[in-house]
């Protein structure tokens, strides 16, 4: 089935212990990207990859860190948590940077973090 | 700026039409896409207008003028379970990424 798999679906943690949110896609895409959501905010991207070793800032990088060392995962990186950085995290693929006009993003199932 | 509106919560009765406005200002324009998320849930692809005019999809239409900066989703013969969010998305050409409106909370009563 094609898909894209995050992990973990939930997790709570404490304020500066680094974590890692993976990000793994099936469908071979190119492009990825992760999202953060807020009530009253909407989506808000994070950080995307156009492809391997390729990556750039969203609107909202600052605390962020990500790596494209394999087409398929797009893992990211919270070095030090604060709990501003308590939301809902999606991560998003596409085939390349025209076809995700067309097919739109596939969504990972979220990630709820909470950083107490 | 970069800029979405859509309403942000809508009611409608089961079994009824209802139509989602999206109006956008943005510095370019690549398409606009319509999501509809569940709470909690990802959100999952609708609908992508590029060009002037409807598309259809079963229960759910999509519309596009680019002249007026307006999109509508129409959802026909509501169901309970189209009780959800509904995103407008323009891909505004700058790096291929989405501006995301804040989404239309949907719910459909009996």
């Known amino acids: 089935e094609a898909q894209v798999t995050q992990n973990p679906r939930y997790l709570i943690t404490v304020t500066g212990k680094k974590l890692t949110v993976t990000c793994s896609q099936n469908m071979n895409h190119e492009y990825m990207s992760w999202y953060r959501q807020d009530p009253g905010l909407g989506l808000r991207q994070i950080y995307y990859s156009m492809n391997v070793e390729v990556t750039d800032k969203g609107d909202v990088p600052e605390g962020y860190k990500v790596s494209r060392k394999e087409k398929r995962n797009f893992p990211l990186i919270l070095e030090s948590p604060s709990p501003n950085q308590t939301s809902l995290y999606f991560c998003?693929?596409?085939?390349?940077?025209?076809?995700?006009?067309?097919?739109?993003?596939?969504f990972g199932s979220g990630t709820r973090l909470t950083v107490v | 700026g970069q800029n979405i509106d859509q309403p942000t919560e809508m009611t409608a009765t089961e079994g009824a039409i209802v139509q989602i406005n999206c109006t956008y200002q943005?510095?370019?324009?690549?398409?606009l896409f319509w999501y509809q998320q569940h709470a909690g849930e990802a959100p999952t692809f609708l609908s992508y207008n590029v060009l002037d005019g409807l598309e259809e999809k079963g229960r759910f239409s999509s519309f596009l003028s680019r002249s007026k900066g307006y999109s509508y989703l129409l959802l026909k013969e509501l169901q309970m379970k189209d009780s959800a969010s509904y995103l407008c998305?323009?891909?505004?050409?700058?790096?291929?990424?989405?501006?995301w409106g804040l989404g239309t909370s949907l719910a459909v009563n009996p």
């Open positions: 998003a693929s596409s085939l390349d940077r025209n076809s995700a006009n067309y097919y739109g993003y596939t």
């Open positions: 943005t510095s370019g324009f690549n398409g």
């Open positions: 998305a323009v891909n505004a050409g700058n790096n291929r990424k989405l501006i």
